[in-house]
């Protein structure tokens, strides 16, 4: 099964698994990316989220999948001031896209792959240094961090060899997506790297154990996860069938 989870998620749950893929992902980026920068006053653009993680997933199995791109504006205005701002600016280069404002962000959707453009501002602060904030709910300023975690799963996943935890993220994801999302992605990404593994466990181990961690409690989880440990360490062929079909529960698509 550990052979069939890795080919799975180093296959079928990578956005831009080939160099044309991402060669047509970054160059729509780095247009939008020109498009913004000609069209509105602004300090800076930052990449960041799960693309710039390489653990964002195609939107076959995620259909919440988006690039996102924060935009840092040189004055202090509201949020909604700055998303109309990009409102405009997208429709009036891309026409014949869907876009829309969907808070907190602006969506745009080109060639099957969305965007999460989100307005920021930044402040200066003597003990802190740079501090980035994005709107909430209600309107307002909140700080943020962008990339956060993004040098600690580098640095967890370097110490663990084989990428496994990058390939534990994705299979999680997948999970989380197709059960509706009772996890925030991010948060769940979060958990994940803070998590202590053994140095020899593969990827359908770690994989078993990080969302019995995340989702144990989760009764349709539990069920699953019992069943899959229940026909662990019998070789019998009906006995691998059985396993695979409670993987597939969690992980639809799996071969």
């Excluded at 006053?41 to 993680?53: A, C, E, K, P, V």
């Excluded at 593994?197 to 989702?215: C, H």
Aim: with cysteine; hydrophobic share 35%.
């Amino acid at each position: 099964m550990n052979n069939k989870l890795q080919r799975f998620a180093q296959n079928e749950l990578v956005l831009a698994r080939s160099a044309v893929e991402r060669q047509r992902i970054n160059s729509s980026l780095s247009q939008l990316e020109k498009v913004i920068t000609n069209k509105l006053q602004i300090q800076n653009l930052i990449r960041f989220g799960s693309y710039t993680r390489n653990t964002i997933l195609p939107r076959k199995f995620d259909n919440k999948s988006d690039v996102d791109l924060m935009v840092i504006f040189n004055s202090r205005y509201t949020p909604e001031t700055y998303r109309g701002q990009i409102a405009k600016a997208i429709n009036t280069a891309y026409p014949n896209s869907l876009s829309k404002k969907d808070f907190p962000a602006v969506k745009l959707e080109l060639n099957h792959i969305m965007f999460d453009i989100v307005p920021a501002i930044i402040e200066n602060n003597y003990w802190s240094g740079t501090i980035y904030l994005i709107p909430d709910k209600g309107n307002n300023w909140i700080k943020t961090e962008p990339n956060d975690i993004n040098d600690d799963l580098s640095q967890k996943n370097q110490s663990y060899g084989g990428n496994v935890i990058r390939q534990v993220i994705r299979l999680c994801k997948h999970w989380n997506a197709n059960a509706g999302y009772p996890l925030s992605s991010y948060l769940m990404e979060k958990k994940i790297i803070s998590l202590w593994y053994w140095g020899n466990e593969n990827t359908y181990e770690r994989f078993l154990k990080t969302l019995d961690s995340i989702a144990g409690h989760l009764p349709k989880v539990r069920k699953c996860i019992d069943n899959i440990r229940k026909y662990e360490g019998v070789f019998y062929e009906q006995n691998k069938i059985e396993q695979l079909y409670w993987l597939q529960k969690l992980l639809p698509g799996l071969k």
